[in-house]
């Protein structure tokens, strides 16, 4: 099942810090588009777990919202590798921005450095 996760290089008072934004309620029509153009099951979906509608993964035969926790919060998951080996079976697209945009989310900080080192860019 593909997933998605979204890294954003450059956030106001992170220090510089990649920054991987989960719990995502809005973001512009435009990056949406993008993402579910590549990824149709990445959707926004109510979560009765955290009372509220997110940008999710959801699995593909039955639309099921897979929940953020398990793909970004538990060591080794898919979105918190703990090695450079984990990190590379992650794979990257860069989204097209001109200029600032703003997403409302939440913001994992301490993985994405690692995942942006070594994640395998795709077109």
């Known amino acids: 099942m593909s997933v998605v996760a979204v890294l954003a290089p450059h956030i106001d008072d992170t ?4 920054c991987i934004l989960t719990d995502i309620g ?3 029509a435009e990056i949406m588009n993008y ?14 777990t955290v009372g509220h ?3 999710a993964n959801t699995r593909p035969k039955c639309g099921m919202l897979s929940g953020n926790f398990y793909l970004h ?3 080794g998951a898919p979105f918190f590798p703990t ?3 984990e990190a590379k079976l992650l794979y990257m697209t ?9 997403i409302e989310a939440s913001l994992h900080v301490g993985t994405g450095e690692l995942i942006s080192k070594n994640v395998k860019e795709i077109a």
Do not use: A, C, W
Request: glycine share 6%; charged share 30%.
């Open 83 to 85: 090695d450079e080996k």
């Open 53 to 55: 509608k997110y940008f």
């Open 94 to 102: 860069k989204i097209p921005i001109n200029g600032p945009v703003n």
């Open 26 to 28: 809005s973001m512009p």
């Open 73 to 75: 919060s538990e060591p």
């Open 35 to 48: 993402i579910q153009n590549r990824v149709p099951t990445y959707k926004l979906k109510f979560s009765k």
């Open 15 to 18: 220090e510089g810090q990649v």
